[in-house]
């Protein structure tokens, strides 16, 4: 370590402790400053200021945001008012569950859930389906884990809830992850991924989604590309400083360092996730690094610390009632005992296993279990065991292979073969004989019928090279017409004249960040000026830029939202690149230098169709503005001749529907455009 890097630590080190201070300080002024006024307040501010003061407590000491939230509980019970008391539940529901009282904490929460629906605040229900879905995953019940996920996914679809329709998406992955449906986890997983990067609020969901990733390609043995997606989770989970997400990934890279042999690396990791979630108190978090330690240790042969690591791990589960846990640590128990050559001790935790992944529906362990007990009685030579819990795994595994471990059942099946061997011996010397009075009339009629096939390729391919011609000429008549309009001039003036303006009023920082953004438009134009189509998640990222480019340019506010559906796979489908632009830089040009301009997107699938709605709202003129008129009607006209040119180059029925209403009272005016484009997946 060279002298600057070695003080730089010592200044980190002396300087933690002083920040940790001042974070103390101002917690704590926070907590004195609600308490200080709560004796003076009655009524609903009395209520909001202790449940305030759970809040605060519920990082640090969750006993007493348990009684602060009791507090608030019993007055809004007192004074009989519905909100506060499903707010006191819902708040319960939570603190219950951080406290992995379970039991109380679904009480709670269907107790908020049946408030909140006979006062219609459908906005918070969301938020609870996922509290509960959380805690049936908890403690193995997987099907009722689905069914909340989805109702939370569906409630946060309805009220445009971004952040909590990307953790029932996450949520729903796990669930299928633990039912060893990895096709199907992966694919939520990339929906959630996706729909994250457009909220600045999923920051710490975008860590935990890279994290599943990994997990999932560790299953799948790409321990490369895993390393990769749980260094990409450590990095914004340093960022954002979730301890609680720092600690889980270093648990899961040890996991990977240890399938890749590196035990020294492996170890370290794993120690140091220990050591984060014992001072946490994360009692789940600790039972699995425990598991992963046993593992460790099994693999180097020391069994006795395997064993005491794994018994650690299962009596947390136990406590914790969390059954995929206690299912995997019994298993993990009974694979030291069968390299122990402890049989009946490795029969008894596989069966404890199998009895809990039944119940539960854990498809793997059930799998593995079966096969666990097969090797187990056929190495103790207790061959009925063996063959029935043989004969089992075969039929969850839904093979037709018959799976041959027992002499019995193969020489029964080698004297059969042999029977029936003989038999078609047999049969196949009376076939050959029936069937070479007809090889030559077979032989001349192959030979005719090649002819003609010969010929009818011939004159198809004629046919085929002359409709290409000829669609070939006409598409090279249309690519210019095309180009043209993608090429857009109305956007490049109406930059460079933004640019200008800037300068012209000395605004040097905004005009450096327009010419920039600018430049980053321009690059979308010309990869996509030779071509028909640009990736969904291009297009929005595109728009997105144009919008932040000219709130820059005017005083008056330019509010956007741009609303995907939660089912879009935006990464995964193709369009037209930017066919709605002209009207949006309409609205812009015209109308921002007036007043607020209010442009909303809504993007949805249906069927086989693409659906993108627009809204735009803006003050009117106070007299017919002339070349307003005139502009917007050249925009339409492009808009529409553009859609007219791809239908018939694509071959393609994408439909425009475009009304305007005007709002006297209000002076404002509003569009609405609905385009419909056929999903052309990539």
Not at 345 to 369: C, H, R, T, V, W
Request: negative net charge; glycine residues 4%; charged residues 25%.
């Amino acid at each position: 370590m060279n002298m600057i890097s070695k003080y730089l630590v010592y200044f980190l080190v002396w300087l933690i402790p002083i920040l940790n201070i001042e974070a103390n300080n101002s917690q704590q002024a926070a907590l004195d400053s609600l308490l200080s006024v709560l004796d003076n307040q009655t009524g609903s501010e009395h209520i909001e200021t202790l449940l305030l003061l759970a809040d605060a407590y519920s990082e640090t000491d969750n006993k007493s945001a348990l009684k602060y939230a009791n507090d608030a509980l019993k007055l809004s019970l007192s004074y009989e008012d519905k909100r506060s008391i499903a707010n006191c539940y819902e708040k319960l529901g939570d603190y219950f569950y951080a406290e992995e009282n379970y039991e109380k904490s679904l009480s709670f929460s269907n107790k908020a859930i049946e408030f909140y629906n006979q006062l219609g605040a459908i906005k918070n229900l969301s938020a609870i389906y996922l509290n509960k879905a959380a805690i049936y995953s908890r403690i193995g019940q997987l099907d009722s884990a689905h069914f909340f996920n989805q109702a939370s996914l569906d409630q946060a679809q309805r009220i445009y809830d971004t952040l909590n329709q990307v953790k029932s998406l996450r949520s729903i992955g796990n669930i299928y992850y633990k039912q060893g449906q990895g096709e199907l986890a992966l694919k939520n997983f990339h929906q959630a991924l996706a729909l994250s990067k457009h909220s600045d609020y999923c920051c710490t969901e975008q860590s935990m989604l890279y994290n599943n990733l990994g997990v999932l390609f560790s299953d799948w043995q790409e321990f490369d590309k895993s390393l990769s997606y749980y260094r990409q989770a450590l990095k914004i989970a340093d960022s954002i400083g979730s301890l609680d997400e720092v600690s889980r990934l270093y648990n899961n890279i040890g996991t990977i360092y240890w399938y890749k042999a590196n035990n020294d690396s492996a170890l370290l990791f794993y120690l140091k996730s220990l050591d984060y979630r014992e001072r946490s108190g994360d009692k789940n978090g600790k039972a699995y690094v425990l598991n992963n330690l046993g593992m460790y240790f099994g693999s180097l042969g020391e069994y006795q610390k395997s064993l005491n690591y794994f018994q650690q791990s299962f009596n947390v589960f136990e406590e914790l009632f969390n059954r995929m846990g206690m299912t995997m640590t019994l298993y993990n128990l009974g694979s030291v005992y069968q390299e122990l050559e402890d049989y009946g001790l490795a029969a008894k935790y596989f069966n404890e296993s199998l009895s809990i992944s039944n119940s539960q529906g854990f498809g793997d362990y059930m799998l593995a279990n079966y096969q666990a007990l097969n090797e187990v009685f056929s190495k103790s030579e207790n061959w009925e065991k063996a063959y029935v819990t043989l004969l089992k795994y075969n039929s969850l595994n839904d093979s037709i292979r018959k799976v041959q471990n027992i002499d019995l059942i193969r020489n029964i099946e080698v004297k059969f073969e042999r029977e029936m061997n003989q038999a078609d011996i047999s049969i196949l010397q009376n076939e050959m004989e029936a069937t070479k009075v007809d090889k030559l009339q077979t032989r001349i009629f192959i030979a005719g019928a090649m002819m003609i096939l010969v010929l009818a390729i011939g004159l198809a391919y004629l046919i085929i090279w002359q409709i290409r011609s000829r669609t070939s000429v006409e598409h090279s008549k249309l690519t210019p017409a095309l180009l043209r309009y993608q090429l857009n001039p109305q956007f490049m003036n109406s930059s460079l004249s933004g640019i200008k303006e800037l300068i012209g009023k000395n605004r040097v920082k905004e005009s450096g960040l327009f010419l920039s953004g600018f430049a980053r438009l321009i690059r979308v134009f010309i990869e996509t000026s030779t071509n028909n189509a640009i990736v969904l998640d291009k297009e929005i990222e595109a728009y997105h830029s144009f919008f932040k480019l000219h709130q820059l340019r005017y005083e008056h506010e330019l509010k956007f939202d741009i609303d995907i559906a939660g089912h879009v796979e935006t990464e995964m489908i193709a369009i037209p690149p930017l066919i709605l632009f002209p009207i949006f830089a309409h609205a812009i040009d015209f109308h921002l230098n007036l007043g607020e301009v209010h442009i909303r997107i809504e993007i949805d699938t249906d069927e086989n169709y693409l659906q993108m709605k627009g809204q735009i709202s803006f003050s009117m003129f106070d007299e017919e503005n002339h070349a307003d008129h005139l502009d917007m009607k050249n925009s339409l006209i492009e808009v529409k001749e553009r859609i007219r040119l791809l239908n018939k180059t694509l071959k393609d029925k994408m439909r425009f529907v475009y009304q305007e209403q005007l709002k006297e009272e209000d002076s404002m005016k509003y569009q609405y455009m609905e385009l419909y484009i056929p999903v052309r997946p990539l």
